[in-house]
């Protein structure tokens, strides 16, 4: 790719790395808006001449191989909040590389020609003239997610169950479907969500003030790799890793690429990073 091999040599880091076969395994978990991510990282480190072997696994999974060595890196921890439980354990056998992009959070959103003096926070949620007019069941994601565990603590927070309201686990297909039909027929809809994530840049929506902050705060996502990792990679490319910073609507632009323009996660990298030679030359230069 000529955009990246120019915009890092005009930035002074585009030295090849050794000659010998160098071969990094990237771990993320597998869903688009992390995988958009990796491509980014990928596109890095084989323009330093690395050969990239990317393994995809749900969190349970990926962060032990990270762990275990079996993977050197991980795009990306939601830190300190978020995947706090998974990184624990791996915490002393890694190290943080990057903040990649800030602002990952989970909230409630709902489609924004629901009249905002009626409906801008969670506590509205609870008023009769809301309730009555918002479904009772509120679809949310399986029910070890963040999204979900997260969104139990609100409906606690905000007394949503004697509203009459019901949270419900389900499979991602039910979780975008109910939220498409309810937009198609410009129906009421109350759809939990979370940033990086295509639905963002997709549709248009208003995210519902949380006064209660039951979510928790806003966490960073972070690059981390394995401490052996030091004995792969050359300084300079580590230190072009470190300094990757993709804004969290970057992120949700790259991911609605993939989910609404069909391209693959590594596609859609790359073309944010053909448009974007600008970006890519301060990592470079930081």
Do not use: C
């Not at 609507?249 to 391209?263: F, Q, S, W």
């Amino acid at each position: 790719m000529k955009y990246t091999i120019a915009t890092l040599m005009a930035a002074g880091l585009a030295t090849a790395a050794p000659a010998q076969d160098r071969t990094v395994t990237l771990g993320q978990v597998g869903l688009s808006f992390y995988a958009v991510v990796g491509g980014v990282v990928q596109e890095v480190l084989e323009e330093r001449g690395y050969t990239v072997e990317v393994i995809e696994g749900s969190h349970s999974e990926i962060f032990p191989m990270l762990g275990a060595g079996e993977v050197d890196l991980l795009a990306a921890a939601w830190l300190p909040g978020g995947h706090a439980a998974l990184y624990e354990p791996v915490e002393d056998v890694t190290f943080q590389i990057a903040p990649i992009y800030e602002e990952a959070r989970f909230f409630w959103v709902v489609p924004s020609y629901v009249p905002e003096d009626m409906v801008s926070s969670i506590e509205d949620l609870a008023r009769p003239e809301v309730a009555e007019r918002m479904p009772d069941t509120i679809i949310s994601l399986p029910e070890a997610t963040g999204l979900t565990t997260g969104g139990r603590r609100v409906m606690e927070a905000y007394d949503l169950g004697s509203a009459g309201y019901t949270l419900e686990a389900a499979p991602p297909a039910n979780w975008i479907g109910t939220f498409e039909t309810a937009v198609r027929n410009e129906e009421w809809v109350v759809f939990p969500l979370w940033q990086p994530q295509w639905v963002n840049a997709a549709h248009d929506i208003r995210a519902l003030d949380e006064p209660q902050n039951a979510y928790g705060d806003p966490d960073t996502a972070w690059l981390i790799g394995h401490e052996s990792l030091r004995d792969t990679v050359d300084a300079e490319t580590l230190a072009l890793l470190e300094a990757i910073r993709l804004p969290v609507d970057v992120v949700t632009e790259m991911d609605r690429r993939v989910n609404v323009d069909g391209l693959s996660p590594r596609e859609a990298a790359q073309s944010w990073m053909e448009e974007n030679p600008a970006a890519v030359a301060a990592w470079g230069s930081s």
